[in-house]
């Protein structure tokens, strides 16, 4: 029978790994490494039998990340439309829209589509689609006469409230595998990714890829 380690041991050993490799690191930044090292061999192992391709070849943080976003995104849409296939909703799209005049208020119709990361034309289609339908309606920018806001209409809130319950599930589904922390520090790690990739979005989004990779590299 294989004797356990002793956790004070265990400790010591994991302070000399660290103070090698981090000389100047202090006890919260041991704690939080020791932790974090811990976490990843426990994912390593629940997707060992996962992360390895029919060829053998492994796939790593490096190769394999992008496929898994694109992946759960596939996912993703797969509960959207199974959702909303109960619901007085056309698309996502129109949602997303509702949703963000709801709980962010009324914007101008460009910060909007930015908002949801869509073309021009596309996302000026979903406002008059909105607007058409009497959940969203414009008015003079206070601040700008030559621009234009949207705000969401009663009508608006009454059929994204009605919306909100059966979407909540597409969460349930698509999260209940995870921990409340893993959801937290997942949460914290797209979050990061989507305030780099917003200001990236804006300011390049005009140039080629070897353009923005030498810029955020």
Not at 37 to 57: N, P, T, V, W
Not at 66 to 95: C, H, S, W
Not at 145 to 151: D, E, L, N
Request: proline share 3%; net charge neutral.
């Amino acid at each position: 029978m294989k004797k356990a380690i002793n956790p004070v041991v265990e400790l010591v050993k994991a302070w000399e790994v660290f103070e090698n490799e981090n000389p100047t690191g202090n006890l919260e930044a041991f704690c939080q490494d020791y932790l974090c090292r811990k976490q990843l061999a426990r994912f390593k192992s629940i997707d060992e039998g996962y992360i390895h391709h029919a060829a053998g070849r492994e796939a790593r943080p490096s190769n394999g990340l992008g496929k898994a976003l694109v992946r759960v995104q596939k996912y993703l849409y797969f509960y959207i439309k199974k959702t909303m296939q109960n619901l007085p909703v056309d698309n996502i799209e129109d949602f997303a829209y509702l949703s963000d005049l709801h709980f962010m208020g009324a914007m101008r119709k460009s910060e909007l589509i930015h908002s949801n990361i869509s073309e021009f034309t596309s996302g000026t289609n979903v406002i008059n689609r909105l607007i058409k339908n009497g959940f969203v309606e414009e008015f003079n920018d206070p601040d700008d006469a030559r621009s234009k806001q949207v705000k969401i209409t009663q009508s608006g809130v009454n059929w994204i409230m009605s919306c909100l319950p059966a979407m909540i599930k597409v969460d349930s589904v698509l999260f209940q595998v995870l921990q409340a922390d893993e959801r937290e520090v997942l949460y914290h790690v797209l979050a990061k990714l989507d305030r780099f990739h917003t200001s990236v979005y804006s300011e390049m989004r005009a140039l080629e890829i070897e353009d923005i990779l030498k810029k955020v590299i």
